[in-house]
């Protein structure tokens, strides 16, 4: 080989090196490069396989929130369709909402999104809850201590003798709890279709149910398993009250107003209140007697009705609000159709604040039975504080 030859091998040592080594890296790094790629795959398949997984197993929510948000939502839908308990008994964050759940009764509370609803909805009925004093309890009744007696007094010179003065006595009024209770029933086949709202469907049942039977009781019940009514109680004229029972003035005519002026009785109603409860008084009368005295005028020829002058406010009768209950009766001989009076002192309705609900899939299958039930009284607690007009001669 000659000098020249030499040198041209020498000079292209280096760039023969520099290729092989870059062949070399390429072909570690298409490796390199499949190796991740495939493992990807892997993954990819994997989590699949998770998320198929995970839709076979789980079922829709039952309301818009996430559910992660909200695990009570996933709980109470599984006992609602299919009675599965584990769920809730692994809510322990959620057990201590829903503290009054018997599980050997095979009881649990409704999720608080749906009593909220049912809450709602019995505050926006025409019922004497919405203007009456409405306490929580715990216990089986609630007691509510009254002193309607005055402390005896009398003025004294410096030098005499100080005398012995009455001392004022005080009533309990026991408002004892009832069971309220209502069973709507679905078939197993809308309870398991996806698209099913089952908690509106449940609450808009039960809270129609409650709703008319608490109303009811309020004005008529009996006390007896419900309720005592306002109309229940003793009713004695105005001028010979005494307290236990409710004071009425008399229209005059037997079951109509006085012909001459009408207007009066309802004048006179007002003003046999004290004046320490008007100024939150109250009227509540049904449709059929509100639709015969919006019609009433004044001596002027002024209408003593006036209509909410905003959205949401009640009409008024000289002045005052009036709420309009359909269980109050209507305009006859000796009914008691129109009562007045500060129901927020006169009458205590007491709850207990949470809701049970016992699901039976046994008892009327292939439907689903779902028995609600709630605890809830009613009471006068102040005589004073109501009084009733009553369509009668005396």
């Known amino acids: 080989m000659t000098k020249t030859e030499t040198k041209s091998a020498d000079a292209s040592a280096p760039a023969e090196q520099m290729r092989t080594a870059l062949s070399g890296f390429l072909n570690e790094f298409k490796e390199f490069k499949g190796n991740v790629e495939t493992k990807l795959h892997k993954q990819e398949e994997r989590?699949?396989?998770?998320d198929r997984k995970s839709l076979i197993a789980g079922r829709p929510a039952l309301s818009t929130a996430a559910e992660v948000d909200a695990p009570h939502q996933k709980a109470f839908a599984a006992y609602l369709r299919s009675g599965d308990d584990d769920a809730l008994r692994g809510l322990q964050m959620e057990e201590?909402?829903?503290?009054?759940?018997?599980?050997a009764?095979?009881?649990?509370?409704?999720?608080?999104?749906?009593?909220?609803?049912?809450?709602?909805?019995?505050?926006?009925?025409?019922?004497?809850?919405?203007?009456a004093q409405v306490v929580s309890v715990e216990a089986t009744s609630y007691d509510v201590l009254v002193d309607h007696t005055e402390?005896?007094?009398?003025?004294?010179?410096?030098?005499?003798?100080?005398?012995?003065?009455?001392t004022p006595q005080i009533d309990r009024v026991t408002i004892p709890l009832h069971e309220l209770s209502a069973m709507p029933k679905a078939s197993q086949r809308?309870?398991?279709d996806s698209a099913f709202d089952i908690e509106g469907w449940l609450a808009a049942r039960i809270a129609d149910r409650f709703a008319r039977a608490e109303a009811a009781a309020f004005i008529n019940g009996d006390g007896l398993d419900k309720p005592t009514g306002i109309l229940t109680h003793t009713q004695v004229p105005e001028n010979s009250w005494t307290w236990g029972a409710l004071?009425?003035?008399?229209?005059?005519?037997?079951?109509?107003?006085?012909?001459?002026?009408?207007?009066d009785a309802i004048l006179d109603l007002v003003y046999s209140l004290g004046a320490e409860y008007r100024?939150?008084?109250?009227?509540?009368?049904?449709?059929k007697t509100a639709g015969v005295v919006r019609k009433m005028k004044d001596a002027d020829g002024r209408f003593l009705w006036t209509d909410g002058l905003a959205a949401g406010e009640p009409a008024r009768l000289l002045g005052f609000p009036v709420l309009i209950a359909e269980d109050m009766p209507d305009i006859a001989s000796d009914a008691s159709a129109i009562a007045f009076g500060d129901f927020s002192a006169g009458y205590t309705v007491a709850e207990r604040p949470d809701l049970r609900v016992l699901r039976d899939p046994f008892s009327a299958k292939p439907h689903v039975l779902f028995y609600a039930t709630k605890r809830v009284g009613g009471d006068v607690s102040d005589f004073a504080a109501i009084k009733?007009?009553?369509f009668a001669i005396s």
């Open 105 to 131: 009764e095979g009881g649990y509370l409704v999720d608080p999104q749906t009593s909220e609803t049912i809450k709602g909805v019995l505050q926006s009925t025409a019922s004497i809850r919405a203007i």
């Open 388 to 390: 009733l007009l009553k």
């Open 279 to 287: 100024a939150g008084a109250t009227f509540v009368m049904n449709s």
């Open 151 to 166: 402390f005896g007094s009398g003025w004294a010179s410096e030098t005499s003798t100080m005398t012995e003065t009455d």
């Open 190 to 192: 809308l309870l398991d």
């Open 247 to 263: 004071g009425y003035i008399a229209t005059g005519t037997d079951g109509d107003f006085d012909a001459t002026s009408p207007s």
């Open 96 to 103: 201590k909402a829903l503290s009054t759940a018997v599980s």
């Open 47 to 50: 989590m699949t396989m998770l």
